[in-house]
């Protein structure tokens, strides 16, 4: 009897121990359905795969398991907040990765910062996203030097003089980038003029022709993959046999498989390429991402893997699951060996300075064409 009773009671203290083993949360907060739903679930693949392959972190000399949970902000700004709330209040995560909007997140950052919880951006490139932040980090470069990049692109490598911009003016990251283009692309001595529209828009023929009778030597378009993808078709429809180049928000399949043939030759600003020799994490990332999703990666999957690795690294450098130490030991973050570059937070600043990798269309893949690093 007594030795079925402690037969019983060692089950029943195992089974208490399993289900209390401590684990650590992280957020996701991501796009994965709605408009741009591409961008997050390319994102939220970087972070799953990272977490298979760093599912623990030490602390202490025990390890821990880490947990990450997603949540859908439905690519809405309000739904970016909610999503973030749910996450800090509900899920008790110790940090969070995405955004990847810069609307979303600049709706999700203020509560970040409110509640003292690390967030780590993956590609929401607005500068007002981080600015006056200490709980917010990216990374991806910020747009004031994806603006200049793009600039020196235009002026350097496309020739480009007079430059027609296509703005979305329901998008911050829109609005932001064209405007910090706009003034480095000055300063070569170009010229500029811009025409307008809104997400969800199909027909930009009256601002494309508007465009054209300026005579523009390239079109610049720092919007989103499906709007690109349509102000391509239709400009080549009107005759524009000129070069045309986008931003970060060109980078998703979804541009090819909407804008086809009318998309080949389209350039863009990214922050990797399998094909781009970043960092020496790269290579190994690419192998299993491959082996993973059976496709190649991607920027956006890129840097939510980053994301991970540079939260659990300052977890683990923090030896603490305290969110304020977490984000105390990511500001002093140093030389990490980033798959899509290395990544320094310099003083008083989330935001690492990177270079620009530029793709190209071509037969209907996304071709590494060169990378431009920053002048600063």
């Known amino acids: ?77 309000a739904e970016a907040a909610n999503a973030i709330r749910r996450l800090i209040d509900h899920e008790k995560v110790v940090a969070v990765i995405g955004p990847a909007t810069s609307s979303a997140a600049l709706a999700a950052a203020s509560i970040a910062e409110e509640r003292q919880i690390p967030m780590v951006v993956n590609t929401a490139t607005n500068p007002l996203v981080a600015q006056n932040k200490k709980y917010v980090f990216r990374t991806c470069f910020e747009d004031t030097l994806q603006g200049a990049l793009l600039a020196t692109f235009a002026w350097e490598e496309l020739g480009a003089k007079n430059v027609a911009i296509m703005i979305d003016v329901a998008q911050d990251y829109v609005v932001g980038l064209a405007n910090y283009f706009e003034k480095a692309f000055e300063q070569f001595g170009g010229t500029y003029f811009t025409e307008f529209y809104t997400t969800g828009d199909q027909d930009f023929t009256a601002q494309l022709t508007d465009a054209l009778s300026k005579n523009p ?55 990797f390429h399998e094909d781009a020799d970043l960092s020496p994490a790269t290579k190994p990332f690419v192998e299993a ?19 991970y690795m540079v939260i659990v690294n300052a977890i683990e450098s923090a030896q603490s699951t305290d969110p304020v130490k977490i984000r105390d030991a990511l500001a002093k973050t140093k030389n990490f060996p980033g798959v899509a570059g290395t990544i320094t937070y310099p003083e008083g600043s989330g935001n690492p300075i990177k270079p620009a990798v530029i793709n190209m269309v071509e037969n209907g893949q996304f071709v590494f064409r060169t990378v431009i690093k920053p002048s600063m």
């Open 217 to 271: 030597d390239a079109i610049f378009m720092p919007g989103y993959y499906a709007e690109i993808a349509l102000i391509c078709k239709q400009a080549r429809d009107l005759g524009f046999t000129g070069p045309m180049f986008a931003g970060d928000g060109a980078d998703a399949p979804e541009l090819i498989q909407i804008g086809g043939e009318y998309v080949e030759g389209v350039s863009y600003t990214t922050y």
């Open 289 to 307: 991402y491959q082996k993973e999703y059976n496709r190649r990666a991607d920027a956006f999957g890129a840097l939510a893997y980053d994301a």
């Open 1 to 77: 009897m007594r030795k079925t009773f402690v037969m019983v009671f060692l089950v029943i203290l195992m089974t208490f121990t399993l289900f209390s083993q401590e684990v650590i949360k992280i957020g996701m907060n991501f796009e994965l359905t709605g408009p741009v739903s591409g961008y997050g679930q390319m994102s939220r693949d970087g972070v799953l795969l990272a977490n298979k392959l760093k599912p623990t972190v030490n602390i202490g000399g025990k390890e821990i398991k880490v947990e990450v949970v997603a949540v859908d902000n439905k690519s809405d700004k």
